[in-house]
């Protein structure tokens, strides 16, 4: 599907999470010619979510993997094409703007950034270097690893509880270490993992270290408040803090904020004509599934009419 | 067209390290979600290395001796072995170009 790809297009969304599919559910209907590039896997962050439950009309709840799946089946349903390669640059022609990507140059009349943001690492020293004996940043994959040892998980937002909830299945016992006195995640969220007896928090704590030679063996901990070191003695650590935007390759074409995130107005228009940009990546996103969601739907039919105008 | 093939505990020692040519080993799982999409990049780059590297892989939930044997404790990983010993590990999803890149290394 990738080696023939044509390389004109009404619009090219970049990113294939639920604000790029969302907008190529829209775009293609609208029956414009779309390309969706992708770098990796094809849902998004959501996809790493065991369950996401706040997704309307799923009332059960749904796997964010499966709900990924259904977003591409249907917009695949209408006519939109998918590449995966890494966009590596934005250029402006006149009436034209070309994305570049590891598999070549794809021009297209409006582009839509939907390119989303990566999962932010501790940076401290040991993270590196045990990454894969111990250091982990995906609980649905690694969990069964540690079954019946303690595990700590960093961070405390909703992935943060999520990955804890799902650990508890098997660890020992898991200690959330936050470096705030409250959680930022749901308070639904929040209320689940209290209840789960194997879980623990730590709070107003940061990591500062993490020790093992062959595998996590200790982490050594700062109390923030106080300054006190501390030590915990883990066999794993689960890295879920901060994310951070993927738009180092438009540096320097489109208006960021200081943290990198993509200023739009109300119709997902950037200060560029012609460029759009739709959910985590823009400013004071809530990076919310549905939101994002919203935003690519938005950004399909203020793109539309750019393109007719 | 090469695909990858399955080994498991008791083929290891001559599927991989006996092999002649180099052995990339996939860890995988069919709970890792990461893994399940890796699958059709590695099947792809199999034919395009083609008789420079075989291409492996090992379910780590029905074969705990070769996974604990190299201590293999996040998945997808990806571990190249050349003359019966492991000389690139790649740990996490990574794209098609970025594993080329790491295959070339080997080769």
Same mark, same amino acid.
């Given at each position: 599907?990738?080696?023939?790809?044509?390389?004109?297009?009404?619009?090219?969304?970049?990113?294939?999470?639920?604000?790029? #599919?969302? =907008?190529?559910?829209?775009?293609?209907?609208?029956? +414009?010619?779309? /390309? #969706?590039?992708? &770098?990796?896997?094809?849902?998004?962050?959501? =996809?790493?979510?065991?369950?996401?439950? @706040?997704?309307?009309?799923?009332?059960?709840?749904?796997?964010?993997?499966?709900?990924?799946?259904?977003?591409?089946?249907?917009?695949?349903?209408?006519?939109?094409?998918?590449?995966?390669?890494?966009?590596?640059?934005?250029?402006?022609?006149?009436?034209?703007?070309?994305?570049?990507?590891?598999?070549?140059?794809?021009?297209? %009349?409006?582009?839509?950034? =939907?390119?989303?943001? !990566?999962?932010?690492?501790? @940076?401290?020293?040991?993270?590196?270097?045990?990454?894969?004996?111990?250091?982990?940043?995906?609980?649905?994959?690694?969990?069964?690893?540690?079954?019946?040892?303690?595990?700590?998980?960093?961070?405390?937002?909703?992935? =943060?509880?999520? !990955?804890?909830?799902?650990?508890?299945?098997?660890?020992?016992?898991?200690?959330?270490?936050?470096?705030?006195?409250? /959680? &930022?995640?749901?308070?639904? $969220?929040?209320?689940?993992?209290?209840?789960?007896?194997?879980?623990?928090?730590?709070? *107003?704590?940061?990591?500062?270290?993490?020790?093992?030679?062959?595998?996590?063996?200790?982490?050594?901990?700062?109390?923030?408040?106080?300054?006190?070191?501390?030590?915990? *003695?883990?066999?794993?650590?689960?890295?879920?803090?901060?994310?951070?935007?993927?738009?180092?390759?438009?540096?320097?074409?489109?208006?960021?904020?200081?943290?990198?995130?993509?200023?739009? @107005?109300? /119709? $997902?228009?950037?200060?560029?004509?012609?460029?759009?940009?739709?959910?985590?990546?823009?400013?004071?996103?809530?990076?919310?599934?549905?939101?994002?969601?919203?935003?690519?739907?938005?950004?399909?039919?203020?793109?539309?009419?750019?393109? @007719?105008? | $067209?090469?695909?990858?093939?399955?080994?498991?505990?008791?083929?290891?020692?001559?599927?991989?390290?006996?092999?002649?040519?180099?052995? +990339?080993?996939?860890?995988?799982?069919?709970?890792?979600?990461?893994?399940?999409?890796?699958?059709?990049?590695?099947?792809?780059?199999?034919?395009?290395?083609?008789?420079?590297?075989?291409?492996?892989?090992?379910?780590?939930?029905?074969?705990?001796?070769?996974?604990?044997?190299?201590?293999?404790?996040?998945?997808?990983? #990806?571990?190249?072995? %050349?003359?019966?010993?492991?000389?690139?590990?790649?740990?996490?999803?990574?794209? %098609?170009?970025?594993?080329?890149?790491?295959?070339?290394?080997? #080769?």
């Amino acid at each position: 599907m990738t080696a023939k790809a044509k390389k004109e297009y009404d619009v090219i969304i970049i990113g294939g999470g639920p604000a790029g #599919l969302s =907008a190529g559910i829209y775009t293609s209907r609208s029956r +414009l010619s779309s /390309l #969706l590039i992708e &770098r990796g896997v094809v849902g998004g962050r959501i =996809a790493d979510a065991e369950l996401v439950e @706040n997704y309307p009309g799923f009332a059960e709840g749904i796997s964010g993997a499966e709900l990924g799946q259904l977003m591409q089946q249907q917009a695949a349903k209408y006519g939109l094409s998918f590449v995966t390669a890494e966009v590596t640059g934005l250029e402006l022609k006149k009436d034209k703007r070309v994305v570049k990507t590891t598999r070549g140059d794809f021009t297209a %009349k409006a582009v839509i950034i =939907a390119s989303g943001s !990566e999962r932010g690492k501790l @940076n401290i020293p040991g993270e590196k270097e045990l990454t894969g004996r111990g250091v982990s940043y995906c609980a649905t994959c690694d969990a069964p690893f540690f079954k019946e040892k303690p595990i700590a998980v960093v961070g405390g937002g909703n992935a =943060a509880i999520s !990955e804890a909830l799902h650990l508890a299945k098997f660890a020992s016992h898991v200690i959330v270490i936050h470096r705030r006195n409250q /959680l &930022r995640a749901t308070r639904i $969220m929040e209320e689940k993992a209290r209840a789960q007896s194997r879980i623990e928090f730590l709070w *107003d704590t940061v990591v500062e270290k993490i020790e093992g030679k062959d595998a996590v063996r200790r982490l050594i901990l700062r109390q923030v408040k106080t300054g006190k070191p501390s030590t915990l *003695d883990v066999a794993g650590v689960f890295v879920s803090v901060g994310l951070k935007p993927s738009t180092d390759f438009l540096k320097g074409v489109v208006p960021l904020d200081k943290a990198g995130y993509i200023i739009t @107005n109300d /119709l $997902m228009e950037t200060k560029i004509p012609g460029i759009f940009a739709a959910g985590d990546i823009r400013q004071h996103s809530p990076r919310q599934a549905i939101t994002a969601a919203g935003d690519g739907a938005t950004a399909a039919v203020f793109a539309e009419k750019f393109i @007719n105008q | $067209m090469s695909k990858p093939i399955e080994v498991d505990d008791a083929s290891f020692e001559q599927k991989v390290l006996q092999s002649k040519i180099p052995v +990339l080993v996939d860890f995988w799982a069919p709970w890792c979600r990461p893994c399940l999409m890796a699958a059709p990049v590695l099947e792809e780059l199999a034919s395009d290395y083609a008789s420079k590297i075989t291409f492996a892989k090992l379910d780590v939930d029905q074969n705990a001796q070769v996974a604990a044997k190299y201590n293999i404790m996040a998945i997808p990983n #990806l571990i190249i072995f %050349k003359e019966g010993k492991p000389v690139s590990q790649i740990v996490g999803y990574k794209p %098609k170009e970025e594993l080329k890149k790491d295959l070339d290394a080997v #080769l």
